[in-house]
């Protein structure tokens, strides 16, 4: 896990006295990202410039240092992440002259026998690189299958004063002189929508995010870039779905067991500490027992708890840690302590991020980075094995509340919203000793303000925006034209898939990418650790997207398969209970310790002299989240994030 940044041009940026300080200060922007060593490759002559800024995980000696330059000299790269299968790559290239043992090496190897296509197309792992092509004159920049890794590009400045700059963090790409902070007014609409700017937009003018699973192409004689996919994840879906696997339920899961193990050993090959993060939960668990059951030696996990029960893991991590025999370290976060990182956030996220488990997931992090410098994580089981209540939701219920007269779902939504959350809560307390468990949910006061606007949909695609919206954008941000998205406008080819299996392939095209794998990958090398997802192994997507719905979603819950392979490990009766999030109490501190801070962001008047967000319907909910009339915590949280950021752009 590292951090790239580079840039490539014909103008007065390309000598060497005047670049070298440059891409100095750009990969010093994100040292967090890789505080053990820096290196910079340039040329002249073609203007380009690559730097890097290392985290050692693998060859830790000289021999791993970036920019490498291949052996036959034609490329040069600077590389983000790991290639797990990259000693069964060496065997393919056996009479390479290696020099080290480092998974960088070996692409670069792959890219000079096969070329730099058919070498991605090889390789598992998580990745973000650029490469420079001295045959072609030619930048390359990748970005692995699921987006794990980050990577931003963009033509900043005119004519002789322009360049094409590229990195791992927007912080980076801030500290070239060409670089224009002009805020993307359309980009911060997406953000109102979803609290996160999805790919390929993002927060300046002229600035994108590298899409999952593209190679760009550019260079001084086509400047514009050209994009290609190398892989599909909705051809991969709708290839599942067609030719959905065949054999028994058991056959099923043993296969799934087969390739869960062995993405997870590939993924503990490390030259540093390797520990897990563990919240007690299907997806963590499972990595943790097919982690424990392949050491010698017990696996370092690591939770955090809150006082606060609704909010609190942690005694179900234990639990689950103590069965398993894992060497545990649990860190119970006074609320205090969860606040104090709220000053953190706009410059770990450098742009508007506004999932509140950001928090949680900073403080996990840097628990763990105390002992160990990689952690693997549950992410992604979820989107993969259909765990969402959302799913459950439209599986068990979609069908029959689509027949009922839309007169009475609105009437019935007007029920919900007449109580508050916290009020459903208290009422329907008492009643969940006697309740299934697919019915003890915890926050039940949220999940029926969201079933309020399932009532109002009138089909399956509206009831899926409306679930993963926030603010209607028109609404708030002044001068905005909301862009076109896989949600809005752009969606994908979906016509094989029932809903359940859209909603799905959704959430791992968007809210997987821009909203979970970016609060974990800043998060944690804001920590200067480096995070590994097991599950986004694309052979495990590919045989998730074969299984039959019937092997994901089964009596009211989801996640079939899954569990089934975690009851190998663990028993039963330590995993069975209501999904929880992994979350703070952000309602609660808005309307206490936090409502001063939140006052000063809100305040009408700088809202105004900033002329970006409207303040009448953000006062409206102020007003409101504040008498305990409703929990507007996400919609808030987004306006607060942003304000916040936004300061700290204008300081810094």
């Known amino acids: 896990m590292c951090g790239l940044v580079g840039f490539l041009t014909s103008g007065k940026w390309r000598a060497d006295e005047v670049a070298l300080p440059i891409l100095e200060q750009m990969a010093n922007a994100i040292i967090h990202r890789g505080p053990d060593a820096a290196g910079y490759w340039k040329d002249e002559n073609s203007g380009i410039a690559l730097g890097h800024r290392r985290l050692s995980i ?50 670069l190897a792959g890219f000079s026998s096969w070329g730099i296509a058919n070498t991605i197309e090889r390789c598992i792992g998580m990745f973000a690189f650029a490469v420079w092509d001295k045959a072609e004159q030619q930048l390359t920049l990748a970005r692995d299958r699921m987006g794990e890794k980050p990577l931003y590009y963009g033509w900043q400045g005119q004519g002789n004063d ?101 993405a997870v050993s590939q993924q503990m090959l490390s030259d540093v500490p390797l520990g897990a993060f563990l919240s007690g939960g299907i997806d963590s668990s499972t990595i943790v027992a097919l982690m424990q059951m392949q050491s010698s030696r017990p696996i370092k996990t690591f939770t955090i708890g809150f006082d606060n029960a609704g909010y609190n893991e942690a005694e179900h991590a234990k639990a689950v840690a103590q069965y398993l025999g894992t060497d545990h370290t649990e860190l119970y976060v006074t609320p205090k302590q969860a606040m104090d990182v709220i000053p953190k956030l706009p410059a770990l996220y450098s742009e508007p991020f506004a999932d509140s488990s950001q928090i949680p997931t900073f403080l996990v992090s840097q628990l763990a980075r105390q002992q160990v410098t ?50 459903w809560n208290t009422l329907l307390k008492p009643l969940e000793p006697i309740l299934p468990t697919s019915l003890r949910l915890a926050n039940i006061g949220e999940k029926l ?20 919206s926030h603010w209607q954008p028109e609404s708030i941000v002044l001068g905005a034209q909301e862009p076109s998205t896989y949600l809005r406008g752009n969606s994908p080819h979906l016509g094989t898939l029932n809903s359940v299996q859209r909603m799905m392939l959704l959430d791992a095209m968007t809210y997987l990418p821009d909203d979970i794998l970016v609060k974990v990958d800043r998060a944690a090398m804001g920590t200067s650790l480096e995070t590994r997802t097991p599950f986004l192994d694309h052979r495990i997507v590919e045989f998730a997207w074969q299984l039959p719905q019937h092997l994901k ?56 002299q900033q002329g970006f967000l409207n303040p009448i319907p953000i006062h409206q909910r102020w007003a409101e989240h504040l008498s305990g009339k409703r929990n507007w915590q996400h919609h808030l949280w987004d306006v607060l994030m942003f304000q916040a950021w936004l300061e700290h752009q204008e300081k810094n």
């Open 553 to 608: 979603l089964r009596d009211g819950m989801g996640k079939w398969a899954l569990r089934q392979v975690l009851y190998r490990y663990v028993p039963k009766d330590l995993i069975e209970r209501p999904k929880m999030g992994f979350g703070v109490p952000i309602d609660n501190w808005l309307r206490g310790p936090l409502r001063e801070w939140a006052e000063d962001l809100l305040d009408e008047t700088k809202l105004r």
């Open 58 to 107: 693998l060859e830790l000696s000289v021999a791993g240092a970036q920019p490498m330059q291949s052996v036959c000299g034609r490329y040069v790269v600077a590389f983000n992440g790991e290639i797990y299968n990259h000693l069964d790559l060496r065997h393919e290239l056996e009479n390479y002259q290696w020099r080290g043992h480092s998974d960088t090496e070996t692409l």
């Open 162 to 262: 322009s360049a094409f700059l590229f990195g791992s963090d927007l912080a980076s790409l801030k500290k070239h002189p060409a670089f224009k902070a002009e805020i993307n007014r359309d980009a911060l609409s997406l953000y109102m929508r979803h609290n996160c700017i999805p790919a390929p937009y993002s927060i300046y003018q002229g600035i994108l995010k590298l899409p999952p699973a593209c190679l760009l192409t550019v260079s001084l004689r086509q400047r514009e870039p050209q994009i290609k996919p190398y892989w599909s994840l909705p051809h991969v879906a709708e290839r599942g779905v067609k030719n959905s696997f065949i054999g028994t339920d058991v056959d099923a899961v043993n296969q799934l067991e087969d390739l869960l193990k062995n």
């Open 449 to 468: 303000h969201k079933a309020a606007g399932v009532l109002t949909s009138h089909n399956v695609d509206e009831l899926y925006l409306g679930l993963v």
């Open 374 to 423: 990689v952690s693997l994580s549950g992410d992604a089981g979820d989107e993969l094995f259909a765990g969402y209540n959302r799913y459950i939701q439209v599986h068990n219920q979609w069908n029959t509340l689509s027949r009922i007269p839309e007169v009475l779902r609105k009437l019935m939504a007007t029920s919900l919203y007449g109580l508050s959350p916290n009020s």
